[in-house]
């Protein structure tokens, strides 16, 4: 069974920066792209970021030039690196893995979520 886990978030005032990670844990033969994905009260969720295997990576345009996503394979994790916080970025921050338990069955499997809440 795979799981995600995130970690790192938290309150933060605006203008700071919070690293969240994501750890995928679990039998797994190859984890493809991962993402980040963000929820804030009263509206859809919506992608942050995401990472390719190779490092390839595209964000929303929100959080361009202000969050930095990464990966580490060895660790099957992917990190969320956010600067100049701002109010508006307050949500609950949700992991996204596309992983291969077996060669030819990919499966997309989500994290509980960890809440970001940026005061002003």
């Known amino acids: 069974q795979v799981q995600l886990v995130e970690s790192g978030g938290g309150l933060v005032q605006a203008g700071g920066s919070l690293r969240l990670s994501c750890a995928a844990s679990?039998?797994?033969?190859?984890?493809?792209?991962m993402a980040w994905y963000r929820q804030a009260p009263g509206k859809q969720r919506e992608l942050v970021a995401a990472?390719?295997?190779?490092?390839?990576?595209n964000y929303a345009d929100s959080v361009k030039g202000r969050f930095t996503v990464s990966r580490d394979n060895a660790k099957n994790t992917v990190y969320l690196q956010m600067n100049s916080l701002k109010p508006e970025d307050t949500a609950v921050y949700y992991c996204?893995?596309?992983?291969?338990?077996?060669?030819?069955?990919?499966?997309?499997?989500w994290g509980p979520g960890t809440q970001v809440p940026v005061s002003s």
């Open positions: 990472i390719t295997s190779g490092g390839s990576t």
């Open positions: 996204n893995a596309d992983i291969q338990v077996h060669r030819n069955s990919e499966s997309t499997y």
């Open positions: 679990g039998s797994i033969c190859r984890i493809n792209a």
